[in-house]
């Protein structure tokens, strides 16, 4: 799934360990997820767009 | 595998090292009962005295499924069973063909029990495969720290 999240690390200035460990998981999650490798479950994708403030549709795109 | 050191993980190291540390006794048990005392041990007893150090390393395979079930990072969870699966498919399918070849004649039968060292065999391959897809992966996303 294509995601915002490279983007949206960026404006923060945050590194994927950042986001990691604001999430609890290992960066290379975050990396798999990012590079659309792994589609996180609804409950990790609520987390990610819960700590970029934004909803999941804002972080996560169709297609 | 993981490179964070996740609680699961500890767990798993602990509970591996209790199992291979019951299982080393229970080998030097059976394997001194039977050659020292042999003549003196048959029914249930030689049974139960041979099936022991299968326990230890039956309990592997519960420490495996435990750490899978409590690993935390959905990403790292599925790492692990595609590590665990690719272990078994490895261990399943050269046993089938040994079986075969044995079979037909062309080798000596293989004993039950290698299927177990090929899993752990496998695990490793499992873990190999998973690392290189991963650091491939991290190259291509550039970024990566």
Known sequence: MKNRLKVL?????????????????SRQSVN?????????????AFAIADIFG???????LRG | MSRTADPARKRYTKRLAVLMTLYLVFLFLAVRTYNVDGGGVDGALAWAIAILPALP??????????????????????KLVKQTLIAAGFALS????LGFLANFGLIAPVDGFWSLILFFFGVGIGSCVTAFAERRADRAAGDAV
Request: aromatic letters at 10%.
């Open chain 1, 54 to 60: 934004l909803t999941i549709e804002e972080v996560f």
């Open chain 2, 57 to 78: 390393v039956i309990g592997v395979f519960w420490a495996i499924l435990a750490m899978i079930v409590e690993t935390t990072d959905e990403y790292q969870r599925l």
């Open chain 2, 94 to 97: 050269v046993m089938t063909v």
């Open chain 1, 32 to 44: 798999a997820i990012e590079t659309g490798r792994y589609d996180p479950s609804l409950p990790l």
């Open chain 1, 9 to 25: 690390r960026a404006e923060r200035g945050w590194s994927q360990a950042d986001l990691a460990e604001r999430l609890a998981v």
